[in-house]
């Protein structure tokens, strides 16, 4: 205590007053009555903010209230009735006076930025309600304004008390601009990246992405400075570098969810031994199916218009064309998924077949469905597929399978 009492009074406080009982009594007394009076006018402000809100239907009042926008206001009551008695308080010392009223300026200072931060959470929390801006990523604007604010209310807050003009500050930071860089790096990284993000159109917040790279596959839930946050197919969180959307490689599927149907591309593969022509018998057999009988008939003509006008022997198959049961299987997927009621005709739509694996021949069907919910979606893959599994042994094919091997 003599220590500070010594090096007050040689800075020029009265010694009379700087720890008298009167000073700190009367300092209790005005801190307290700044207190009193803060919470006075708080419980005024908040009531009347909750009535204007429950007598309007618009939004931003409640969202005033709950970013504590009447409780910060309040906050400067204390500035304004101490700053009114600084003069009483100090009772004549210069000194003490000055001190106070720099203090008191800092605590402005302060009070201000935490009353911007709360209009600014109502802003983005308003606009985020809005469509237009509910995939933007508004958190990180909000940070890059934060981060501005502090860095002003730090830099007022030093010329404040070392009564230093504030250009003498802004001169200092060419000097600091490598500690800045270095330590702020993901900061600005993480900013330059929001503004291409934003600007092109990449990512949006409810956008279901990929980044097998950091094992995320899910929605984005946020988008701020420093990550973007992804909420997994199993609820699990991952947190990746805003920076990284830029310089990882990423899978949107938003085009799939804003198109007319999400795709099926699945193989089957069939037993190449099993693959053989179809005799006439089979042939009429086929002619039973409802939704085939047109296509067999029509296939079957034109086949034996093209033998006729060549005079070949057909008794042998491989003159002239003939129809083959993988080609008919083929034919007939096609013709079911063109029929099928979940299918998209407005896209592409076709049963290929891929050059033949160890495995099989693959045929591969190509077709997008009508419902891109993904639970709708694979049950419709399964039931169109449960369906071509089974009717493969009626063209006389076998699916590939890899058979257990005795043990001798």
């Keep these: 205590m003599h220590i500070i009492f010594d090096f007050l009074t040689g800075m020029g406080w009265s010694t009379t007053l700087a720890w008298g009982a009167d000073f700190m009594l009367l300092s209790i007394i005005l801190l307290t009555c700044a207190w009193l009076l803060r919470v006075f006018v708080r419980f005024i402000l908040v009531r009347l903010f909750h009535r204007i809100a429950s007598s309007t239907k618009t939004t ?53 930025i935490i009353t911007l931060r709360s209009l600014l959470r109502t802003l983005k929390q308003e606009l985020q309600s809005r469509t237009q801006f509910k995939d933007k990523p508004i958190e990180s604007y909000i940070q890059v304004v934060m981060i501005f604010l502090w860095g002003i209310g730090l830099l007022l807050s030093f010329s404040i008390i070392s009564g230093k003009d504030l250009v003498y500050f802004f001169t200092g930071l060419g000097a600091l601009s490598a500690v800045i860089l270095l330590v702020f790096k993901d900061t600005i990284l993480g900013f330059v990246a929001s503004i291409q993000i934003a600007a092109n159109d990449l990512v949006r917040i409810g956008d279901w992405i990929t980044m097998e790279s950091y094992g995320a596959d899910g ?154 919910a993904w639970k709708n979606h694979e049950m419709i893959s399964a039931d169109i597929f449960d369906h071509i599994l089974a009717s493969a042994s009626f063209f006389h094919l076998t699916l590939f399978e890899f058979e257990q091997q005795g043990i001798v």
């Design 219 to 372: 929605s984005v839930i946020e988008i701020n400075l420093s990550t973007i946050k992804i909420q997994n197919f199993d609820n699990t969180i991952t947190t990746v570098p805003t920076y990284k959307l830029l310089s990882s490689s990423i899978k949107n599927w938003r085009g799939m969810s804003e198109s007319e149907g999400r795709r099926v591309k699945r193989p089957l593969y069939i037993r190449a031994s099993s693959v053989r022509f179809l005799s006439d018998e089979e042939l009429n057999n086929l002619t039973q199916l409802d939704r085939f009988k047109t296509v067999v008939s029509e296939k079957k003509a034109e086949i034996a218009a093209y033998n006729e006008s060549l005079k070949t022997d057909t008794s042998i198959p491989l003159n002239g064309r003939n129809l083959t049961n993988i080609g008919l299987f083929r034919s007939y997927i096609e013709t079911y998924l063109e029929q099928h009621p979940s299918i998209n005709q407005n896209l592409t739509v076709m049963c290929r077949q891929l050059a033949p694996t160890p495995n099989g021949i693959p045929l591969e069907v190509y077709a997008f469905t009508t419902d891109k």
């Design 60 to 112: 931003i009042d409640d969202a005033l209230i709950e970013n504590k926008f009447p409780k910060n206001i309040s906050r400067f009551v204390p500035y304004f009735f101490l700053s009114a008695a600084v003069g009483f308080w100090a009772n004549g010392n210069s000194t003490i006076e000055n001190w106070l009223h720099a203090l008191l300026d800092v605590y402005a200072v302060f009070v201000t």
